[in-house]
């Protein structure tokens, strides 16, 4: 132990290293969006159901409906987050190199964030008829 | 001291696979699969928006064997993930931990993923024939 070691406090060593409280935070923010995504995700299928075989038009005008337009916001933001959190847990899981993993861990919140991007894009573009 | 030179505990090839288990890496198969399956939804809205060639081709593939497969297995996925999340969500509140619970919810979860599944594609199938 050098000398420079020693002059931290036990305390100023622990801070910042435990869970200081915010442990639980992905626990909680990936059953928060699992109980959206209940609703969500049956409305969709609802939606995508009863939108087979239609022409574009009808799918762009749908799209562009307040109702529709928001909620469609809505899955794509919380599937998305919700996707992140889970596809991180299995990484941190079964992804045992730590240079792998870190890369993974990188990747899935980059490919998370671009995928939701586009769609939002997207989605925008219809309903705000840009 | 190497780490091989310990005595690992059991593993999965030792164990017969039980309906608990093989749900358990069933949800995590499913919402892997259903993270996979974002891609395609990305693709719809984006070919939507982008103008009706894009959309042509997107429907096309989508109409195809290939599309119909993966939109099949996507549906289960989905319903499948649903279905056991929320039999996940009654667990984190302290419900259904009993042995007897653990197999008749795991039971209805194959049951409902499969019925939503059956009734999603029989309701997609009529609207398809009529459009």
């Known amino acids: 132990m050098s000398e ?3 002059m931290r406090s036990p305390l100023g ?3 910042g290293l435990g869970s200081a409280k915010e442990g639980v935070a992905h626990w909680w923010a990936q059953r928060l969006t699992a109980v959206a995504l209940i609703v969500l995700t049956l409305w969709f299928c609802a939606s995508l159901v009863a939108l087979v ?3 574009r038009p009808d799918v762009v005008r749908w799209l562009g409906e307040p109702l529709p337009a928001i909620l ?3 899955l794509l933001i919380v599937g998305f987050y919700h996707m992140a959190l889970g596809v991180q847990v299995v990484i941190e899981d079964y992804v045992a190199n730590a240079w792998l993993r870190m890369a993974a861990l990188v990747l899935n919140r980059f490919a998370a964030a671009v995928l939701a991007a586009a769609a939002i894009y997207a989605e925008l573009r219809i309903a705000l008829g840009v | 001291m190497s780490p091989a030179e310990r005595p690992l505990s059991p ?11 093989v749900l358990s890496i069933t949800h995590r198969a499913t919402g892997l699969a259903l993270a996979a399956g974002s891609i395609a939804l990305v693709w719809w809205l984006v070919a939507a928006a982008s103008g009706d060639h894009a959309f042509a081709v997107a429907q ?3 109409g195809s064997w290939l599309g119909l497969l993966l939109l099949l297995g996507w549906t289960f996925s989905l319903f499948f993930h649903l279905c056991n999340g929320i039999r996940h969500l009654a667990w984190d509140m302290g419900l259904g931990f009993e042995l007897k619970q653990v197999y008749l919810t795991g039971w209805t979860v194959v049951a409902a993923s499969a019925g939503l599944t059956v009734i999603a594609w029989i309701a997609g199938l009529a609207m398809w024939s009529h459009a």
């Open chain 1, 4 to 6: 420079r070691a020693d």
């Open chain 1, 13 to 15: 060593r622990a801070i």
């Open chain 1, 53 to 55: 075989g239609a022409p």
């Open chain 1, 72 to 74: 469609m916001l809505l």
């Open chain 2, 11 to 21: 593993h999965l090839q030792i164990y017969q696979p039980q309906l608990t288990s």
């Open chain 2, 60 to 62: 096309y593939f989508w």
